[in-house]
């Protein structure tokens, strides 16, 4: 049983496309996060949410867009992509965003490479 | 703003003990995580501090000073499947956990 489970492994498409990696978690938490990780492997924040609502919205461009039907679900979709965009992209999650020791749990990550 | 150093690279021996310092300035300070992550895996959870002190978990252990705005990870009777990064994260207590660029150790024979 995968506790945070995201999907493509692997994302491999032309400049200017638009593209959507999915995630789950099945792990009853509340809060869900997206990361980048670029290629010196330095993981950055780009949003989190709470209970279907969005909390945190670093300086991301708007060509990404979150989505999140549920608590258990947060998508990340991504208009007009670029090569900077190219990256590893990590969904999380947490039982909640208040306590100070709560730990994130990973997805597998999806690598992101475009062309 | 948020900042967080740790060294690049170490290498260390198989069975031998390495340290992996942090050094962090953050606005606020929640507590800090030692994650490791290796290559093309999701980071995993280590430890967490947030009193000054030494934590031991096994063969992992890890270190907070708050007045000093530091923290080293220390790793013992080194093992290859140690080999990885290792990603110090701060809670600044109103944002998500903010990460360092990580330290990737290999552990030679």
């Known amino acids: 049983d995968t506790a945070v489970s995201q999907t493509p492994k692997y994302l491999v498409t032309q400049m200017g496309n638009d593209k959507s990696i999915k995630c789950e978690q099945n792990l009853g938490h509340d809060t869900m996060y997206w990361y980048k990780q670029d290629s010196k492997k330095f993981l950055k924040i780009m949003f989190s949410?709470?209970?279907?609502?969005?909390?945190i919205n670093e300086t991301v461009p708007n060509r990404f867009s979150p989505k999140s039907p549920d608590k258990a679900h947060l998508n990340l979709h991504i208009n007009s992509l670029e090569l900077g965009d190219s990256a590893v992209y990590f969904c999380?999650?947490?039982?909640?965003?208040?306590?100070?020791?709560?730990?994130?749990?990973f997805g597998s990550g999806t690598q992101l490479s475009v062309l | 703003g948020q900042n967080i150093d740790q060294p690049t690279e170490m290498t260390a021996t198989e069975g031998a003990i390495v340290q992996i310092n942090c050094t962090y300035q953050t606005s606020g300070f929640n507590g800090l995580f030692w994650y490791q992550q290796h290559a093309g895996e999701a980071p995993t959870f280590l430890s967490y501090n947030v009193l000054d002190g030494l934590e031991e978990k096994g063969r992992f252990s890890s270190f907070l000073s708050r007045s000093k705005g530091y923290s080293y990870l220390l790793l013992k009777e080194l093992q290859m499947k140690d080999s990885a990064s290792y990603l110090c994260?701060?809670?600044?207590?109103?944002?998500?956990?903010?990460f360092g660029k990580g330290t990737r150790l290999s552990v030679i024979a």
């Open positions: 999380a999650s947490s039982q909640d965003n208040l306590f100070p020791n709560e730990k994130l749990f």
């Open positions: 994260a701060v809670n600044p207590g109103n944002t998500p956990l903010v």
């Open positions: 949410y709470n209970n279907k609502e969005l909390i």
